[in-house]
């Protein structure tokens, strides 16, 4: 009967319950706890919330930094191309000029 302890033990009489103010006061305490509890997670929310709209500030700076580098790329590409392909052009040019002149 091992499975039975504290089923037969007596019903507590009224001298022996806690204080009703005692019972009071856990009560009190245990609500102030509540009301803390829900403002820790007022502040988490808010944390959180911050801690999203940073980041998606960052992605958007880094996504117009991309583009910026790739439009500045791209530009110098353009730049080097024609100016290689003017440089070559003039050379051609030179020589022919060259050969025309012997």
């Known amino acids: 009967m091992a499975g039975n302890k504290g089923r037969n033990q007596p019903v507590p009489q009224k001298d022996q319950l806690l204080p009703e103010s005692l019972i009071k006061d856990f009560f009190d305490v245990q609500k102030e706890e509540i009301n803390i509890r829900k403002e820790e997670l007022k502040f988490q929310i808010q944390r959180d919330q911050n801690q999203k709209s940073y980041a998606e500030q960052a992605l958007k700076a880094q996504l ?33 000029q060259s050969i025309s002149e012997e």
């Open 64 to 96: 117009q930094d991309r583009n910026h580098d790739r439009t500045h790329i791209e530009q110098k590409t353009k730049i080097y191309f024609i100016g290689g392909y003017g440089f070559k052009t003039a050379r051609s040019f030179q020589q022919e």
